[in-house]
């Protein structure tokens, strides 16, 4: 599939940039959201940290307390102004749009990417991990984070399936179920290797994996 290009504009999540984080916490639960937060600060010491998808920033500054410096990107340009204004007086956070399927940075460019609930939301998350292997240095870490309905029970796939359409409406045609076993086969197929990969969470479900290079 032929990569986006920033000609084209994004469409489906740049509408609700404005309330993001508000919607999330409603359809994930603002507990669950704060649980992974408690996670993804577990990683420390990530250097040079190109964030992809970052949204309205909710996992910024997190990834940041951890990082000499973070590039914070997403291919919309709302949410990388809201972004950009969330930030604006912090200098050690960057943020710029790119298409996370054709990256602007050269090759050894970064010492950890992060990305948050974006691998099942984009059309070709092959690609994507090839860029991330491409700009990431020797020895480089990959943080990945998704949430999945991969071991919820039946009321509870219902009950957030209800919330982000009524949030949301009808998913993006590249959506995809993300789960433990088809992304261990991606990172593997790029030629990650996986650190850990876990199902996390408790009424909502997420994917956290760590990779290396």
């Not at 102004?81 to 298409?99: C, G, H, L, M, R």
């Not at 509870?156 to 086969?185: A, C, D, F, H, W």
């Amino acid at each position: 599939m032929m990569s986006r290009n920033m000609s084209q504009k994004e469409s489906f999540w740049s509408r609700f940039a404005s309330d993001f984080e508000k919607r999330n916490n409603y359809v994930a639960g603002y507990r669950e959201i704060e649980f992974l937060k408690y996670q993804i600060a577990e990683n420390k010491n990530l250097g040079t940290t190109l964030e992809l998808g970052c949204g309205d920033g909710v996992f910024t500054e997190i990834i940041a307390s951890n990082s000499e410096k973070v590039v914070a990107t997403d291919w919309s340009a709302e949410m990388v102004e809201v972004t950009s204004q969330k930030f604006k007086d912090n200098e050690f956070i960057q943020v710029k749009q790119e298409d996370c399927l054709n990256l602007s940075f050269d090759k050894n460019s970064f010492d950890t990417v992060f990305m948050a609930n974006l691998l099942h939301v984009i059309p070709n998350p092959e690609k994507a991990l090839d860029e991330c292997k491409r700009i990431l240095k020797k020895d480089g870490r990959m943080i990945i984070v998704s949430f999945t309905i991969q071991g919820m029970k039946s009321f509870q796939k219902l009950g957030m399936l209800y919330r982000y359409i009524r949030t949301y409406g009808k998913p993006p045609k590249e959506s995809r179920v993300l789960t433990t076993s088809n992304l261990e086969e991606l990172l593997g197929k790029i030629g990650f290797e996986i650190k850990n990969i876990d199902l996390i969470g408790d009424k909502v479900k997420s994917v956290y994996a760590i990779a290396k290079m």
